[in-house]
Nanobody, 122 residues
């Protein structure tokens, strides 16, 4: 089995910062891309940022210059540093990891964290 454990969410004032972490553990053979998505109340889940195993990154337009995604391949962990937070960044943030697990070596699967709430409020 595979587990994705997220941490780092919370309540912050506009202009503040938070750092999210997501660690994958269990029957992992290899990890490909890692990403963060978010879902605001009443809206669809959207991609916030992604990072390849080699470190190439992509960001949604509204977070460019404010958020930074990074990863530690040795620790199977992905991070999201969020600075200059805005009210509209309020959402549940989910990590997504594409990986091959030892119980199914022929398939690259998508795995999700449990979600962590980020609330930006004054």
């Amino acid at each position: 089995q595979v587990q994705l454990v997220e941490s780092g969410g919370g309540l912050v004032q506009p202009g503040g910062s938070l750092r999210l972490s997501c660690k994958a553990s269990g029957s992992i053979f290899s990890i490909s891309d890692m990403a963060w998505y978010r879902q605001a109340t009443g809206k669809e889940r959207v991609l916030v940022a992604s990072i390849t195993r080699g470190g190439s990154t992509r960001y949604m337009h509204s977070v460019k210059g404010r958020f930074t995604i990074s990863r530690d391949n040795a620790e199977n962990t992905v991070y999201l540093q969020m600075n200059s937070l805005l009210l509209e960044d309020t959402a549940v943030y989910y990590c997504n990891v594409r990986m091959v697990v030892t119980t199914n070596l022929g398939a690259l699967g998508d795995y999700w964290g449990q979600g962590t709430q980020v609330t930006v409020s004054s």
